[in-house]
């Protein structure tokens, strides 16, 4: 499955569409170098920089350090939310993920890291369903969509598994098993 990255995350949120929501026309200069503006471009971008270097505990003292002063940023806590996946802090990243999903229900990247993070702790049905949340949010969200399909892979895979374990002579399950672990090798063993 894909997980949304940090980096993508600054380019999802660029420093010309805050601009514009605050009502401050965009120009060369705004957009970079714009008074009201350029530390958020910087923390962001400094704090991006940091989770691509592996420098994780300095990017989440600095993202929290942001976060301070501006608690509800989505931008910002996405990327935190990231750090904490990055960190192996699970259930941090799904909390975090869960409160962004709950401010901006309109945001589709949170809803698929979420269902990331789901799926990894093989949760298939509450990665399912954040997933078509993010399909519903934005409809032509690629990344979501093949997410989708690899966990609806996991529950055919799990349900053939069970149906064998249930009935081990059932000869038309066993194909189709077998078919899934061919095109998606161990990925899709339950």
Known sequence: M????????????????RAQAYG???????????APFAPYVD?????????SAKQL???????????????????MRFIKGVILTEMGQSADAISLFTTLT???????EPYNN??????????????????????RTNPSYATAHENLGDVYVKLASQSYSKAL?????KTTVQPKLALIRTMFGAAAKP
């Open 2 to 17: 894909v997980l949304v990255s940090s980096a993508l995350a600054t380019a999802l949120f660029p420093s010309a569409v």
């Open 24 to 34: 401050v026309p965009v120009t060369g200069a705004t957009a970079n170098f714009g």
């Open 43 to 51: 923390d962001y971008t400094k704090v991006t920089k940091l989770v």
């Open 57 to 75: 505990k300095e990017a989440l003292v600095d993202a929290d350090r942001y976060l301070e002063g501006k608690p509800k940023d989505p931008q």
């Open 102 to 108: 709950q401010d901006y229900p309109e945001l589709p």
């Open 114 to 135: 979420l269902a990331v993070l789901y799926a990894a702790e093989n949760q298939f049905v509450q990665a399912r369903i954040a997933l078509e949340m993010a399909i």
């Open 165 to 169: 374990e249930l009935e081990p002579t």
